[in-house]
């Protein structure tokens, strides 16, 4: 009886002679599991839309004679709001709460995507596809995950930060093929309306089986044997963000992260998943078969970034950032010869190792973070994937530049490896740190 007490002392977190010891596994699933499956079903949703731009720019220049300049403005604006809305989202979620901010985003990205059906200027497409969707889908990034994670796990870290950061691949996985579908059969706009009622859908979920913190359901967190009480709302959302930014901006691992990952954005969302596409359809590929593409793309996307999570739990992640970003260099400087009509075997290499390297990144990038910044640590990522998205914004914009002005986009796949390059030494000088002394990083070189 003496021992049984112990362990329950130990799971409720009071103090008690077996206070100290980790609790004994329970057979049911721990809450944090399900939390994170509302989580992984949230960002499908709001993945939904991002699967639409690279299909749209054929049909829009075709409908309404837009360049691909403008239209690759539109996808600069939405993907350049991404990021810088994730800190303040970040922030809005420790004062209002996940489930609450989560839902009017996804809201405020089926309003923007279900008024593109209506426009006629490209104005409207400024406003509906840049500012409306950028501020939801900003409001969704990968900076929910890291708050989602630190609240409701202390072990297994990054696996889950692997899987979150799965579910936006994932997204593009169910809806791409299926939009590519209805945008060559029934147009753009029926695949438009799609998008905004997938991301309804989800706000119920939200609304009814998110949790905000492990104790609003009377638990602890994952990995962890001491009840922790729920922090009161911090006030001053906007002012925070923006002192952890002044903060982290002193410091010298901040700026090596957010370059690297702005880097990361330029090569993915603002390349490949913008312009693979109609690059491919320009070589005379159909449009099917290379949205087909990016959805194998996405396959592999969910492994690797799994894989990356696994790994980031056991081995040095600034090595892995270098890896990562090595081979994604190489592999954009092969892309030009693979492009061709039909899909033959060495594109399928280069989709599934491109696939496998995708996201990799985001675990080693959050595990950083977390080691530099501690509590700040989602905020700090928050300013970092602002970066990420910046960098996909210009190349997005830049890329439909590049193909208007030399008819092709072989420059910026040439340009982008040798980013990736570049991107993988700046991790190698990432310092470790070994100590925190009066606020300031106290570091030892790499």
């Known amino acids: 009886?003496?021992?049984?007490?112990?362990?329950?002392?130990?799971?409720?977190?009071?103090?008690?002679?077996?206070?100290?010891?980790?609790?004994?596994?329970?057979?049911?699933?721990?809450?944090?599991?399900?939390?994170?499956?509302?989580?992984?079903?949230?960002?499908?949703?709001?993945?939904?839309?991002?699967?639409?731009?690279?299909?749209?720019?054929?049909?829009?220049?075709?409908?309404?004679?837009?360049?691909?300049?403008?239209?690759?403005?539109?996808?600069?604006?939405?993907?350049?709001?991404?990021?810088?809305?994730?800190?303040?989202?970040?922030?809005?979620?420790?004062?209002?709460?996940?489930?609450?901010?989560?839902?009017?985003?996804?809201?405020?990205?089926?309003?923007?995507?279900?008024?593109?059906?209506?426009?006629?200027?490209?104005?409207?497409?400024?406003?509906?596809?840049?500012?409306?969707?950028?501020?939801?889908?900003?409001?969704?990034?990968?900076?929910?995950?890291?708050?989602?994670?630190?609240?409701?796990?202390?072990?297994?870290?990054?696996?889950?930060?692997?899987?979150?950061?799965?579910?936006?691949?994932?997204?593009?996985?169910?809806?791409?093929?299926?939009?590519?579908?209805?945008?060559?059969?029934?147009?753009?706009?029926?695949?438009?309306?799609?998008?905004?009622?997938?991301?309804?859908?989800?706000?119920?979920?939200?609304?009814?089986?998110?949790?905000?913190?492990?104790?609003?359901?009377?638990?602890?967190?994952?990995?962890?044997?001491?009840?922790?009480?729920?922090?009161?709302p911090v006030t001053g959302a906007a002012r925070r963000t923006v002192g952890v930014l002044f903060k982290a901006a002193r410091t010298g691992p901040f700026w090596l992260l957010a370059g690297t990952f702005a880097i990361c954005g330029a090569s993915t969302n603002g390349l490949v998943q913008t312009h693979f596409v109609p690059a491919a359809h320009d070589h005379g590929m159909p449009i099917t078969a290379a949205a087909s593409l990016l959805a194998v793309v996405g396959v592999f996307d969910v492994v690797g970034t799994v894989a990356s999570g696994w790994f980031t739990d056991r081995f040095d992640p600034r090595r892995l950032l270098a890896v990562y970003y090595a081979l994604r260099g190489v592999s954009l400087l092969f892309l030009p010869m693979l492009l061709a009509p039909s899909v033959h075997p060495p594109m399928i290499f280069f989709i599934v190792f491109y696939g496998l390297d995708w996201v990799a990144t985001v675990p080693p990038t959050l595990a950083l973070c977390r080691e530099y910044y501690g509590e700040d640590s989602a905020i700090v990522f928050g300013w970092v994937l602002a970066s990420h998205q910046v960098g996909a914004a210009l190349v997005a914009f830049l890329g439909g530049v590049a193909r208007d002005t030399f008819g092709s986009y072989d420059v910026v796949w040439y340009a982008s490896g040798a980013l990736c390059a570049a991107a993988a030494l700046m991790a190698l000088v990432i310092r470790r740190r070994n100590a925190d002394a009066g606020g300031l990083l106290v570091a030892e070189p790499a």
């Open 1 to 232: 009886m003496t021992h049984t007490t112990d362990i329950d002392a130990a799971a409720k977190g009071s103090p008690g002679a077996g206070a100290s010891r980790p609790p004994r596994p329970r057979p049911r699933i721990h809450r944090a599991w399900f939390v994170a499956a509302v989580t992984f079903v949230t960002i499908i949703g709001a993945a939904a839309f991002r699967s639409l731009p690279g299909l749209l720019i054929d049909p829009l220049n075709e409908e309404f004679h837009w360049s691909r300049g403008t239209i690759g403005l539109a996808v600069s604006i939405n993907l350049a709001l991404y990021g810088l809305t994730a800190p303040f989202a970040a922030a809005l979620m420790d004062r209002f709460g996940i489930r609450r901010v989560v839902a009017v985003a996804l809201v405020v990205i089926a309003a923007g995507s279900g008024l593109t059906v209506w426009m006629d200027s490209a104005w409207q497409l400024l406003l509906c596809w840049g500012l409306l969707v950028g501020l939801g889908s900003g409001s969704m990034a990968l900076a929910f995950a890291a708050t989602v994670t630190n609240r409701w796990f202390t072990a297994r870290r990054g696996l889950v930060t692997g899987i979150l950061a799965a579910a936006s691949a994932s997204g593009q996985l169910i809806f791409l093929p299926l939009l590519s579908w209805i945008v060559e059969v029934h147009k753009w706009r029926p695949a438009a309306v799609t998008v905004a009622l997938a991301a309804l859908a989800v706000v119920p979920f939200v609304w009814l089986l998110l949790r905000d913190h492990p104790a609003d359901v009377g638990t602890t967190p994952y990995g962890s044997a001491e009840f922790v009480e729920k922090p009161p």
